[in-house]
C-alpha cells in the first residue's frame, strides 16, 4: 500500500530537549515536505526537498532543521523546541516535482511544554 | 495582504446544495491551483488540480481559476454529508526553481442531511 508514514504520533516534550519526528514514504518520490498546521493560521510550510541531499526553505523554517540522506526518509529535527512549536505537523511527498499529486502522512501531534 | 486568502468559514449547507468555496491570492507568479480535502483527524488529500486559467470539472466537482482576478474557486454540486470537511486551496509559482507551495487557511464546511 502507497503510504506516508510518521512517528511518533503524539509526543509531549519539555523545552530544550532535541527531538526528531521521522518521515517515511514507499514510493519512491523524488519531493518532500513538511508543514505545521494550527489553528488559525491554515496549513504552513517548513522545508521541503526535490531529491536527495536537495533541500530548500518553506514559509516558517526557523528553529527546524531537515536531511535528505535516502529518498524514502525525510526526518524533521527541532534542536531545541519550544512552546511555540506547538502544532500538528504533517509529512507529504510528491513524485516528481512536487506540483502534482502530494500523499500526505497521518500528522503528528507535538506539545512542547 | 497574506499571500492567499480563504475565508475559514464555517459553512453549513443543507444536503443536495450547491457549494461554492473561493480563494484570493496576491502573487500574480502563481500558475498551479490545487484543492485539497481535509477530514477532522486526517491529513488533507488533492481534490483537483489545475494549470492556469480556466475550469475543470472531476464528478461533482468543479475547479474555476481567474488569474485576471487572482481568484480561484471549488464548486460542488449535489452536496453529500460526506462531503463535511475542511478544504483547502494551494498554489504555487514555480519560479527560480521554487516548489513551495502556499496554502489557504481553509473553509469548514458541513453539510446536513
Avoid at chain 1, 532535541?18 to 488559525?40: A, F, I
Avoid at chain 2, 474557486?73 to 478544504?87: G, K, M, N, V
Amino acid at each position: 500500500e502507497a503510504q506516508v508514514t510518521q512517528n511518533p504520533r503524539y509526543l509531549i516534550t519539555v523545552t530544550g530537549k532535541k527531538l526528531t519526528v521521522t518521515c517515511s514514504q514507499n514510493m519512491n518520490h523524488e519531493y518532500m515536505s513538511w508543514y505545521r498546521q494550527d489553528p488559525g493560521l491554515g496549513l504552513r510550510q517548513i522545508y521541503y526537498s526535490m531529491n536527495v541531499e536537495v533541500t530548500d526553505k518553506g514559509d516558517v523554517p526557523e528553529g527546524y532543521k531537515v536531511s535528505r540522506k535516502e529518498k524514502r526518509n525525510f526526518p524533521l529535527i527541532l534542536e531545541s523546541p519550544s512552546p511555540n512549536q506547538t502544532s500538528l505537523y504533517f509529512c507529504a511527498s510528491t513524485r516528481g516535482t512536487g506540483l502534482g499529486e502530494q500523499y500526505f502522512g497521518p500528522g503528528t501531534r507535538l506539545t512542547v511544554t | 495582504q497574506k499571500e492567499v486568502e480563504q475565508d475559514p468559514g464555517p459553512l453549513s449547507v443543507p444536503e443536495g446544495a450547491i457549494v461554492s468555496l473561493n480563494c484570493t491570492y496576491s502573487n500574480s507568479a502563481f500558475q498551479y491551483f490545487m484543492w485539497y480535502r481535509q477530514y477532522s483527524r486526517k491529513g488533507p488529500e488533492l481534490l483537483m488540480y489545475t494549470y492556469s486559467s480556466g475550469n475543470k470539472e472531476d464528478g461533482r466537482f468543479t475547479a474555476q481559476v481567474d488569474k485576471s482576478s487572482k481568484y480561484i474557486s471549488l464548486f460542488i454540486r449535489d452536496s453529500q454529508p460526506s462531503d463535511s470537511a475542511t478544504y483547502l486551496c494551494a498554489m504555487s509559482d514555480r519560479g527560480g526553481g521554487s516548489e513551495k507551495l502556499v496554502f489557504g487557511k481553509g473553509t469548514k464546511l458541513t453539510v446536513n442531511p
